[in-house]
């Protein structure tokens, strides 16, 4: 296990931190001491989130003092219990590009010096990972994106983006779960919803988890968006 | 089903329990009340669970009919409250029955106050939570606050406990204080101190900082001396607390209150520590607030002086 430290943060969270950078070797050491905390149900403990780099621990310090959940966390960590395994499945996204879905698509082709359907085809080339969620319910941090169509975010973010909408800021894809301001370029749209709390499993993406986006035409996405619609 | 029937709605009132614990890795905000102690001191002496779900009442309070006997008790921001047109005190047991009516009056101070009614109250139940988000309209009533006319189902109330008599008042705990337009919260250095120019701990302390009208249930925008960092800073995403103290580019901090995201990008530079939190609750635009240091030993004595209060409303 590589090196980390914990670090508090007020008198009710402790936060193992990893290498500060975005890289899936050490967002995978963060997940998986994430899903090894869970593992040693540490009493006292009310929250476990990973992040990019980090596992936020939520705790009740009237029911944990801090010497002692500091050394249950180390050794939870380093010596995982068998129980704490990462499960991670692959989730093929069909996403319709560009058009009135993915108004900011020109704009990235030009940023790229490609064509529309180069930048389609360098979005779906990839296998993602998803780092982290955050934001909003269900929304993944994915990545990472092709450079050349990694385009920083935009100045002014805007005021609605519809659900659906898939959409790159820099190295990071994501699709919007519910509609919601954004700041993201928007490039597409999927009838897939990231997060329905009335499936048995509201949540479709999880940490550790792999994403493929497809391309599929305007008709292929109103057929599926019907058929969600009815089930 | 015993019910209790909205007459007004007030400003803004939701159903809030203890919060949306456990999901904040699926990007699911916390929630919960703003001011946890309150919200807790009316479960106890409405002779509710801890876990019960209780009304939060911002800055013009509701009227509420009841269906049922029960026990309400309304804590938190000071308002003049009536039962049936009769004056009676915050902090104390009320004893309701069909057709009761409890109206809010005059906000005295404070901003949010609390109200238990024995059983609590039965909204449906999101992700283990009853807490309202509105921001992703979850919990609560269709995930939206209150309106006229809106109906919410009571639990049963828990017989084995004896709830106040009507007359007895608790007195709230030494280190909840209800601010009266201004508070001093205590804090503890954030884990991104390191990152502000070396005086910007000192510069935290050194002036009160406004609460800015932009301010709600996700955080408070604070107005006050600025909180530089040495240039750009490139920070990765980690998790937000609640009470940190995060600072954008404009050097102006926001305070991380019950309905902020799971995560952020900013430069923390401190964390109201926990039992200050609920004071921070009781803020409002326009209100001032001053930060100042203390340690992890101080914040824990001040959480459990709050919940030896908590202890003894419950057991009298």
């Known amino acids: ?231 | 089903m015993p019910s209790v029937y909205i007459v007004k709605p007030g400003l803004l009132t939701t159903v809030q329990d203890r919060g949306r614990w456990g999901s904040q890795s699926l990007g699911v905000s916390v929630s919960g009340p703003m001011d946890s102690y309150s919200h807790r001191l009316a479960n106890a002496i409405a002779g509710n669970d801890v876990g019960a779900a209780t009304l939060e009442v911002t800055l013009s309070g509701p009227e509420l009919e009841f269906d049922d006997t029960r026990t309400v008790a309304v804590t938190g921001a000071e308002f003049e409250l009536t039962v049936d047109r009769r004056p009676v005190a915050m902090r104390s047991a009320l004893d309701v029955s069909d057709g009761s009516v409890l109206r809010f009056g005059r906000r005295i101070r404070g901003t949010r106050a609390y109200v238990a009614i024995s059983g609590g109250i039965t909204t449906p139940s999101t992700l283990g939570s009853r807490s309202t988000h509105l921001p992703s309209a979850m919990g609560g009533l269709d995930g939206r606050a209150l309106r006229a006319e809106d109906r919410l189902p009571l639990g049963e109330p828990l017989q084995s406990l004896r709830p106040f008599r009507q007359s007895r008042t608790v007195e709230s705990s030494s280190t909840w204080m209800l601010p009266d337009g201004r508070a001093t919260l205590r804090v503890l250095p954030g884990p991104q101190l390191d990152r502000f120019v070396r005086i910007a701990w000192d510069v935290l302390q050194s002036a009160p900082y406004v609460v800015g009208s932009d301010s709600n249930r996700i955080g408070y925008r604070l107005v006050g001396p600025s909180l530089e960092t040495p240039g750009k800073l490139d920070l990765i995403s980690d998790a937000t607390p609640l009470g940190v103290l995060q600072v954008p580019p404009s050097g102006q901090p926001i305070l991380l209150m019950a309905d902020r995201q799971t995560t952020g990008g900013y430069p923390k530079i401190a964390a109201v520590i926990s039992a200050d939190v609920s004071v921070a609750g009781q803020l409002g635009p326009g209100d001032t607030v001053r930060f100042v240091a203390c340690s992890t030993r101080e914040a824990l004595s001040a959480l459990i002086a709050q919940e030896r209060s908590l202890m003894a409303a419950s057991r009298s």
């Not at chain 1, 966390?73 to 010596?79: E, V």
């Not at chain 1, 879905?101 to 080339?125: N, Y």
Request: glycine share 4%; aromatic share 10%.
């Open chain 1, 1 to 231: 296990m590589s090196t980390f430290q914990i670090v508090p943060v007020g008198d009710a969270t402790m936060v193992v931190e990893f290498e500060e950078r975005i890289d899936p070797a050490v967002n995978a050491r963060a997940i998986a001491a994430a899903e090894a905390l869970r593992a040693a149900a540490i009493a006292g403990v009310r929250d476990v989130v990973p992040t990019y780099r980090s596992v936020a621990v939520y705790y009740d310090p009237l029911l944990t003092d801090y010497e002692r959940l500091v050394w249950r966390l180390k050794d939870a960590i380093t010596a995982p219990a068998p129980a704490a395994r990462v499960e991670h499945v692959r989730i093929r996204v069909p996403v319709c590009y560009g058009e009135d879905f993915g108004p900011d698509l020109p704009e990235i082709a030009k940023f790229a010096r490609a064509s529309e359907a180069e930048v389609i085809e360098l979005h779906t080339s990839r296998t993602y990972r998803v780092f982290m969620l955050g934001f909003m319910p269900g929304f993944a941090y994915m990545g990472l994106v092709d450079s050349r169509i990694a385009v920083p975010r935009r100045e002014t973010p805007r005021v609605r983006v519809p659900a659906g909408s898939v959409c790159v800021a820099g190295v990071q894809t994501s699709v919007h779960p519910v509609e919601a301001p954004s700041g993201w370029h928007l490039i597409g749209r999927t009838p897939v919803r990231p997060f329905d709390p009335s499936r048995r499993d509201p949540f479709l993406m999880k940490p550790a988890d792999e994403v493929e986006f497809f391309a599929i035409d305007r008709d292929e996405f109103d057929r599926l968006d019907r058929a969600q619609a009815s089930s």
